[in-house]
């Protein structure tokens, strides 16, 4: 899907299906733009595999967008974020092409904190690999020292979403089980990162088993508004984006099944094609 005059979409990758949840707020705010969707569905989920693996799984993702003319790729997954992002930035980008963009969700989502926070007692949620990552952590003490931070782990949440378990009843053991635990780290949490991007899913769930008070940072429309900002401020990448409000989505796994899938994360009907990374 090669644009006019040598501009092509904007690419947007996740494990699986978790970052359709990021895709979707990019087609609400920025609707002219052309994306490719990519899920490395018959590898996910990514959250317990080692920094290796995720780094080199991410840069084969990236390599196979540029080759479909994407000069700007979101890593819509934080896993791939805090695995793999610095190093694709730092080591392969300036040897890859150096004038296209690799941008992932934690920065972002870290620099929206100011105003979700009303004691500055702040909860991240995530994969196991984003939480050992301690991406969050470093992030969070750079630019608010002053933020009580406390993560925990959710091995069992991606492969509940993945399997289409998210809204059954037995994922009500597991939300319960990690959200409980997150919140006996620090009782005065009053915000929550919901740091994968699968968790939007279980949104609901989660809900239940916290006070109302605390808020859940949902991740979609603020990469969303990043992605905006980004884009304002780099007119020489915004001219490369062809803008002809399509959406090409493809997987590893079996093109059927992602398409009903991910019907279900976006609300409408879509198709997907199989490809090998
Ligand atoms: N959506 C990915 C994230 O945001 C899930 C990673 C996984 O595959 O475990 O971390």
Not at 99 to 113: A, D, K
Not at 199 to 227: C, F, H, T, W
Request: net charge negative; glycine share 8%; aromatic share 8%.
């Amino acid at each position: 899907m090669q644009g006019q005059s040598g501009s092509g979409p904007i690419g947007v990758f996740d494990s699986g299906y978790g970052g359709l949840t990021i895709l979707k707020e990019f087609q609400n705010r920025l609707p002219d733009y052309d994306y490719i969707y990519l899920g490395d569905n018959a590898r996910a989920p990514y959250g317990s595999r080692s920094f290796d693996i995720v780094y080199r799984f991410t840069l084969e993702a990236v390599n196979e967008l540029f080759a479909r003319g994407c000069p700007l790729v979101i890593l819509a997954c934080n896993t791939a974020s805090a695995k793999a992002l610095r190093t694709i930035q730092q080591n392969d980008l300036p040897s890859i092409d150096p004038s296209r963009r690799v941008l992932g969700v934690i920065r972002p989502t870290v620099e929206s904190l100011p105003g979700r926070t009303r004691n500055g007692h702040v909860g991240l949620v995530g994969t196991p690999g984003t939480v050992g990552s301690r991406s969050y952590d470093i992030e969070i003490s750079k630019l608010y020292p002053d933020i009580k931070f406390s993560s925990h782990s959710c091995p069992m949440w991606v492969p509940l979403v993945e399997n289409g378990e998210a809204d059954k009843p037995g994922a009500d053991y597991f939300v319960r089980q990690e959200t409980e635990a997150l919140m006996r780290e620090d009782d005065a949490i009053d915000a929550i990162i919901l740091g994968c991007t699968h968790y939007p899913l279980l949104m609901n769930k989660i809900r239940q088993y916290l006070p109302p008070s605390v808020a859940l940072i949902k991740q979609g429309d603020i990469v969303a508004e990043s992605l905006a900002d980004y884009l304002r401020r780099h007119p020489e990448m915004k001219r490369r984006l062809s803008c002809g409000a399509a959406t090409e989505y493809l997987t590893t796994e079996d093109a059927d099944k992602f398409s009903s899938m991910a019907s279900i994360f976006l609300n409408r009907q879509i198709k997907a094609e199989q490809i090998t990374l």
